[in-house]
């Protein structure tokens, strides 16, 4: 008879594993970052906001955690270039990068070269730029996990946010790619697909008018007729980056109470 398989109660734990995540320190990013060493990870934050990354590695590490911030503006290649030699220079291996980082980008075609390039760069470029670069250290990791924020605005219209959601669509079809140029080497790339979460960043672009839309009119979109959490965009993070999701690639999985089905 065959003997039956044990199950492994430790299956998500990240344990022994270092995960870079870009935009760490607030919203969904600040949630995954507490998960992530909550499941025995050294968390390396890279945010734009150096105080709230602080602030979070300092929650990480009351709570009994490892974690690192760094200051990084994503838009300045030079401290970018600069950023990823240190990087690479300290660190032996990467078991997890987490292109989280991202922006709305212009509403609807009140776009102009300037600002089109400004969301392309942290929603694509950025993305591409890093898996590329820090590839060699991935390869040294036994299970490595490529996780890269795209949206719902990817896969189906959402009116008002055209730049937003080129760029989302264009972050998946790298995903897809890259994901079968490295599949053979047991690297993994997938994407999340965040509906409707909130968080400090939607709150502030429906207060701002930006999407000319309510809390309440986002949430009455919603199948579940509720908006998601950061927690709970952060749980598939989680996921991807463990060995529980080892035979998964190549994927843009939807989180959003089944506005896309």
């Known amino acids: 008879?065959?003997?039956p398989k044990t199950l492994h109660a430790d299956v998500l734990s990240l344990r022994g594993k270092t995960a870079l995540i870009t935009g760490g320190a607030s919203g969904m990013g600040h949630a995954s970052s507490l998960l992530f060493a909550a499941h025995g990870a050294h968390v390396i934050i890279a945010d734009r906001n150096?105080?709230?990354a602080t602030e979070t590695v300092d929650e990480i590490k009351r709570a009994g955690g490892s974690a690192e911030a760094h200051t990084l503006d994503l838009l300045d290649q030079g401290a970018v270039e600069a950023f990823?030699?240190?990087?690479c220079r300290e660190h032996d291996a990467l078991d997890v990068l987490f292109n989280h980082a991202g922006l709305p980008g212009p509403p609807g075609l009140e776009f102009d070269r300037e600002s089109w390039s400004t969301c392309m760069t942290i929603n694509v470029?950025?993305?591409m730029f890093l898996t590329k670069r820090l590839l060699p250290l991935l390869r040294k990791a036994p299970s490595a996990s490529v996780i890269c924020t795209s949206s719902i605005a990817a896969l189906m219209p959402v009116a008002?946010?055209?730049t937003y959601s080129a760029s989302k669509a264009a972050l998946i079809q790298f995903v897809k790619s890259v994901a079968m140029m490295v599949a053979p080497e047991g690297i993994r790339v997938n994407a999340i697909c965040p509906g409707a979460t909130d968080t400090p960043a939607l709150r502030r672009d429906l207060g701002d008018g930006t999407l000319k839309v309510t809390i309440e009119m986002v949430a009455a979109s919603v199948p579940m007729r509720r908006l998601g959490t950061s927690d709970e965009m952060a749980n598939m993070a989680l996921f991807l980056a463990s060995d529980a999701s080892r035979f998964m690639t190549g994927v843009a999985i939807p989180i959003d109470g089944g506005a896309s089905a």
């Open 125 to 127: 470029w950025v993305p």
């Open 50 to 52: 150096g105080g709230a």
């Open 160 to 162: 008002h946010l055209p």
């Open 1 to 3: 008879m065959t003997e």
């Open 84 to 87: 990823l030699e240190t990087f």
